[in-house]
């Protein structure tokens, strides 16, 4: 039942960010416009995206947890968990573009290509350490639970 309900957050994080970034955009997207339009569009593509990276993020994470957290968990560890969810959105968000692109009959521009792919990134790496924070801590704490941690006081240490 908790991932579930997990599952539910993520997903409504998910749209409440759609929602204000889509609308904080253009100008005819603010809503105190007054030439306000609902970017319909834009919420659909940023949705699918998101939706990619949720599931590429949970599948990196699942991973990393199975074949490298259990064994060990450091920052060399949880950087490396970062970059390559990074790199698949990166590999994700490429051929996205030029599908939407090309979708809509848009003309390529290599600006809007790296200025989308700089904000993706950016707000990928801000939630996925906002919707991981608990996870890590939660392996963190059962690592640090099962292993022997050693306490100096004084001049001695002491093993626990």
Not at 20 to 47: G, K
Not at 58 to 66: A, P
Not at 119 to 125: C, G, Y
Not at 127 to 156: M, R
Request: some cysteine; hydrophobic content about 50%.
């Amino acid at each position: 039942m908790k991932k579930s309900t997990s599952l539910i957050q993520k997903s409504l994080i998910l749209c409440v960010l759609a929602l204000i970034v889509n609308h904080l955009t253009d100008i005819d997207n603010f809503p105190f416009s007054s030439s306000y339009s609902f970017p319909a569009f834009s919420i659909m593509v940023t949705l699918l995206i998101g939706t990619l990276i949720l599931l590429i993020t949970e599948l990196t994470f699942r991973w990393f947890k199975k074949n490298h957290f259990s064994n060990q968990l450091d920052i060399r560890l949880i950087t490396y968990f970062f970059l390559t969810s990074l790199g698949f959105i990166i590999l994700l968000y490429i051929p996205l573009y030029f599908l939407v692109n090309w979708l809509v009959g848009e003309d390529f521009e290599i600006y809007h290509l790296f200025v989308g792919l700089s904000i993706t990134l950016l707000l990928s790496f801000i939630v996925i350490g906002l919707l991981y924070a608990k996870d890590i801590y939660e392996l963190h704490k059962l690592d640090t639970i099962s292993s022997k941690l050693i306490i100096k006081k004084g001049g001695e240490k002491i093993l626990i």
